[in-house]
């Protein structure tokens, strides 16, 4: 009875407080306080629930509900070392965006609207990560893609509505076919086993002959848009730079997830490790990490920057995931909740960068070290973090990928695995240099020229005199940012200094869904 509660209640209290939140739209602060008291309340529910949980996906400990009798789609959820750390990571992610909602009234359709949506986007990332059955995992991951779309549409870059609304319609197109691919690869996989349920199918599936095959290979496509793998991660750079703070942060921080999730928790149990699929999605993977690499060293605007470095980072976690280990899954779990905590916070750092002086164009902003020192500083932390500086959390995941890949599963190449794991070190390199240089460039460069003859020292107080718009006077960071981005801040160092906080309940998981990798 308390599984019941605490799983369902996960999944409908966000969901009730989007509706309360609706009937209130008419009285904007009263509406945004109660989102934001949905966020925190379903905060401390998940807390309530992880904690709970007995350490698997054992029957008292999950919801197994007839649904669709005569299709066998059950109402299955549980809670285990694999989803708890994301579960935990997206209620906090979302409390955080729309905490920053309270000061920020963003361009469009105005707070409330996109309050209601973020707490629907919300409610359909948990029920993605609590699902075990597949069925039940496309219907949430739907839930949560559809709002995204009138995220961006509506709420994006107001200077730019025809970019903002193609934007939209590339980002819905792409992860809706992959989401029908997916959905298709579930319908072939149960040909074979009869059932939806993902914790008997990973105790018993055969995956052999080619309609096993077809199977893993069509789920790895579905998945590979929503993570996204290269080359299917066009739709991504514009989504980023075109949506509102808040909707990339959920985007790079939780959304994306559900694609390295659905890695970890639906394509391994389908797949084996003796088909050439496996390696080439690990070649897939570290091909993203250096062409993310590269593309963030040509790029010119942040909010680019940091989503082709989504690209990349979601390259480390493919590839430990297949490895077919228990340490490629913890390095895959591992950095799928340190990018979200990191790229969370470079988004938000963006955002307010953006809000401050109009535009995110690396070539206007200059010294901010000395215009905005908090702010900057935060933004170097974040940015130290994402390039794997050892002692924060973004270091653990890559470097336990790359060990992975050293040594895979007895069934995988290992000479391959080994070059592999060569190539994504050298992305790690790439990607500290296109960081490095930002640092350098936009916190500490100088002014681009000087203007009308004045010496380019000289603070100007309005952007219309120079390209140095960060030469204009401007606040630093306010206390509800502090409040927002705090989390984030000391999360990502507590993961970095210890990391078994994470790792063992996730080894631990992986041993007891797959029986030993």
């Known amino acids: 009875m308390r599984t019941a509660v605490a799983l369902n209640g996960l999944l409908a209290v966000p969901a009730l407080f989007a509706l309360l939140t609706g009937l209130l739209s008419r009285r904007e602060r009263a509406a945004v306080a109660a989102a934001v008291t949905g966020s925190l309340v379903t905060l401390a529910w998940s807390v309530w629930t992880v904690s709970s949980y007995d350490g698997g996906l ?8 007839d649904w669709v009798a005569s299709m066998g789609i059950g109402w299955r959820l549980g809670v285990d070392g694999i989803s708890a750390p994301l579960v935990l990571m997206t209620t906090l992610i979302f409390a955080c965006c729309l905490v920053a909602l309270v000061r920020h009234d963003p361009p469009g359709g105005g707070r409330v609207g996109l309050a209601v949506l973020l707490l629907v986007i919300e409610s359909g990332v948990l029920g993605s990560f609590l699902a075990l059955d597949m069925v039940l995992f496309f219907v949430f991951f739907e839930v949560a893609l559809i709002p995204m779309w009138f995220v961006i549409h509506t709420w994006g870059d107001e200077h730019d509505e025809p970019g903002r609304h193609r934007a939209a319609v590339r980002f819905l197109v792409f992860t809706v076919t992959g989401s029908a691919l997916m959905l298709v690869g579930f319908l072939v996989a149960r040909t074979r086993t009869g059932t939806f349920d993902i914790v008997g199918t990973a105790a018993s599936y055969d995956a052999s002959g080619p309609l096993a095959l077809t199977a893993s290979l069509l789920v790895a496509l579905g998945l590979a848009v929503k993570t996204p793998l290269w080359p299917l991660h066009i739709w991504l750079p514009d989504a980023h730079s075109k949506a509102p703070t808040v909707g990339s942060v959920v985007l790079a921080a939780v959304l994306l997830k559900l694609g390295t999730y659905g890695f970890v928790r639906f394509w391994m149990p389908l797949t084996s490790p003796e088909w050439l699929l496996v390696p080439v999605v690990a070649a897939l993977a570290v091909v993203g990490i250096v062409y993310a690499a590269l593309a963030c060293l040509a790029q010119t605007d942040l909010k680019r920057l940091i989503a082709y470095s989504s690209v990349g980072h979601m390259g480390f976690v493919v590839l430990g995931a297949a490895t077919f280990t228990v340490d490629g899954v913890q390095a895959a779990v591992y950095a799928s909740v340190a990018h979200g905590l990191i790229t969370g916070l470079l988004f938000f750092v963006a955002g307010a960068i953006k809000d401050r002086y109009g535009t995110t164009d690396l070539a206007r902003l200059r010294v901010l070290y000395g215009r905005v020192p908090r702010l900057a500083g935060v933004f170097a932390f974040a940015a130290m973090a994402s390039l794997g500086l050892p002692g924060l959390a ?112 996730v080894g631990d998981a992986v041993a007891a869904f797959f029986g030993g990798l």
Do not use: C, K, N
């Not at 054992?58 to 509900?65: E, I, K, Y």
């Not at 653990?396 to 070059?419: F, H, K, Q």
């Open 58 to 65: 054992t029957p008292g400990s999950t919801v197994d509900v």
């Open 394 to 505: 973004g270091f653990w995941g890559e470097m336990l990928a790359i060990r992975s890949a050293v040594d895979p599963a007895a069934a995988l190449p290992g000479t391959t695995y080994a070059w592999l794991a060569f190539v994504a070190a050298l992305g790690i390199i790439l990607t500290s240099a296109y960081f490095l240089a930002v640092i350098r460039g936009m916190l500490q460069g100088g002014p681009v020229r000087p203007v009308h003859g004045v010496d380019a020292t000289v603070e100007l107080v309005a952007p219309a005199v120079a390209d140095d718009v960060s030469a204009v006077r401007t606040p630093d960071l306010h206390a509800l940012e502090w409040v927002a981005w705090s989390p984030l801040l000391a999360l990502t160092l507590v993961l970095g200094v210890a990391p078994g906080l994470l790792l063992t309940p």
